[in-house]
């Protein structure tokens, strides 16, 4: 399997580029280019090292990702309380467990 391996000098004005396709087994032949750091030109190392932009999800997959990780922090978040509340009571030696199995049982008709 080959790959390709670039290694990038980054100066104030100029990129130093050097690229090498790498296979098992056989010997390794550098490309050396330089660039110079204008929009033009890295619009040009990009194509040459065949760069392709990220992922970017559409506005309505953003908003449910947005949504998910919403909710599993306020998920831990809630976790967290509990068990510190938890905590709070041991300390203040109230027992509660002896009066109730589950201090954070939903109540019907209660969010």
């Known amino acids: 399997m080959s790959y390709r391996i670039a290694g990038i000098d980054v ?3 100029i990129l130093a580029v050097v690229v090498t396709d790498v296979e098992i087994e056989s010997e390794y032949q550098f ?8 929009p ?11 760069v392709t932009l990220s992922f970017v999800p559409d506005a309505e997959q953003r908003l449910w990702r947005t949504v998910t990780r919403k909710k599993y922090q306020l998920r831990c978040d809630r976790v967290r309380l509990q068990n510190q ?13 002896s009066l109730v199995s589950d201090l954070f049982a ?5 969010c």
């Open 11 to 13: 100066h104030k004005r």
């Open 31 to 38: 490309e050396r280019r330089m660039f110079s750091s204008n």
């Open 40 to 50: 033009e030109q890295l619009r040009s190392l990009a194509a040459w090292l065949l």
């Open 85 to 97: 509340l938890e905590s709070l009571l041991e300390e203040a030696h109230i027992e509660l467990s």
């Open 106 to 110: 939903s109540v019907p008709g209660v």
